[in-house]
């Protein structure tokens, strides 16, 4: 599989198999015609016809659209529409930095197809025979992507809380970085991407950081979500990204911008425009 | 002017001001309401309807096209349609890497809205109290953008050359940087924008890449492109970017690129989502 595939792959999916979830008039997210169906059920909050789902007008206020939506959340969760269930809460905005919408249960963020934003750090490591990336592998019970190959530290972004504050948070969490050491990660930049995954559609919005580590750090799990670290030479992270299916989708996308950025793919290669186009989607 | 409305304004373009321009029924650029009606008068060469301007059928090879084309764009010089004349083709193709269309004189491609590539390099001195970058100020008798702010190394991609071969050339005659030096530039990405500028419409990809330079270095042109050069620390350039028009305005994109890639943003400033995606257009 080549990077272009792999980077294509974070844009898959089907229009038609979705109707626009609307909140005053803006397009929020995409909701699978049958659960666009199902939400009939709800005329409260629900305004539905067959070429959209809106959020009942009369829902003008934060805190209305957000206890609205969790109540239809905790009876489609009892249907088992919802399937997995997180008890944490996404701020629902097109935009980070705006105030939000509503928040809304992070398992149901996949079945609105709204956008989430999350971050993600590259761990790298500068020794004498070149650059090096620490790469984790998901714990086994994960709901999402268990025993894939993932970053030294991802997260999704919860309501209520900055970027860093959470990738800090993150980092000790996930890997034992002490927030001294964490709070030295460089923004990169972000990256987009629109696609089905199991759980749903996937709307994100990824912040990216690298952060440079000594030698003689080992990263250390404390929240039982990862089951072992690695630390590899980027020749070995371009192979095993190529090869396949090892790492998390997302966390491909992120390898692969950071390829672009430290100069391992170049111009001249005749997939570089589209595969650097393909890490962002228009606004 | 905020970083994000200098990123704007290399999106500003008015699509009821242009027509569509067709290779093989597929988008290669806009043209002009008013040029269009002109090229009517062309019909081996183009077919022209209310709706579009096609490249004629009957053209069905690179030569065949790129003959043609310059026989018009001859004509339109002569009329002072096309008012800058470089001597100099382009490769007209969507993505760099694939077999171009045809090649057209670089002085028509803002008039027929063509996709064009160009490199831009980052000239980076780090010192010990902090990074700096190098500044060229274009010469006044340039034919764009004239005594305005660039990069140390910038150019357009001419037609069968690769981007590092154009970038080792570009770095030796604006710069007088030696080729051993210049095949140390680290690609970092591809930048996009698509917008009016005073040569014509402007839709372009810009390979970008940093060279640190060590401190000693100092920058000669050999060309008559330059007309001086000066090593900012990174907070001049920032101000100098936010305050408004000096650099050109590619260049400002490339550096608030480096600004996002080296940390000097961060995801909690309120623009940063947008000023990231606006960096890149769909492709």
Not at 38 to 57: I, K, M, Q, S, Y
Not at 138 to 159: C, E, F
Not at 204 to 231: A, H, K, Q, S, W
């Amino acid at each position: 599989m080549s990077l272009l595939a792999r980077v294509q792959t974070c844009r898959r999916w089907d229009p038609a198999a979705y109707r626009p979830f609307l909140i005053d008039g803006r397009l929020y997210g995409r909701i699978r015609q049958n659960l666009a169906e199902r939400l009939r059920g709800f005329p409260a909050v629900f305004e539905v016809t067959d070429d959209a789902v809106a959020l009942a007008a009369s829902l003008d206020s934060f805190e209305a659209r957000s206890a609205a939506v969790a109540e239809v959340a905790a009876v489609l969760r009892e249907e088992g529409e919802i399937r997995i269930w997180r008890d944490e809460f996404y701020p629902i905005t097109r935009r980070w930095g705006a105030a939000p919408e509503l928040k809304m249960e992070r398992g149901a963020v996949p079945d609105f197809g709204v956008r989430a934003f999350g971050v993600h750090m590259n761990g790298l490591v500068q020794k004498a025979d070149g650059l090096h990336l620490w790469v984790a592998r998901r714990s086994l019970t994960k709901p999402t992507a268990p025993g894939k190959l993932d970053h030294l530290v991802a997260g999704g972004q919860p309501h209520g809380m900055g970027i860093l504050q959470n990738l800090i948070k993150e980092c000790g969490e996930e890997a034992g970085i002490p927030p001294d050491l964490a709070r030295q990660a460089c923004p990169v930049g972000a990256l987009s991407y629109l696609c089905v995954q199991p759980d749903g559609l996937r709307d994100d919005i990824c912040f990216v950081y690298d952060l440079f580590l000594p030698e003689e750090f080992e990263p250390r799990n404390t929240d039982g979500e990862v089951e072992d670290f690695f630390l590899w030479p980027m020749a070995q992270v371009m192979e095993t990204i190529a090869a396949g299916e090892d790492f998390k989708f997302n966390c491909a996308l992120v390898i692969i911008d950071l390829f672009v950025r430290r100069g391992y793919l170049t111009p001249d290669d005749p997939d570089y425009q589209e595969i650097v186009a393909g890490l962002h989607l228009p606004d």
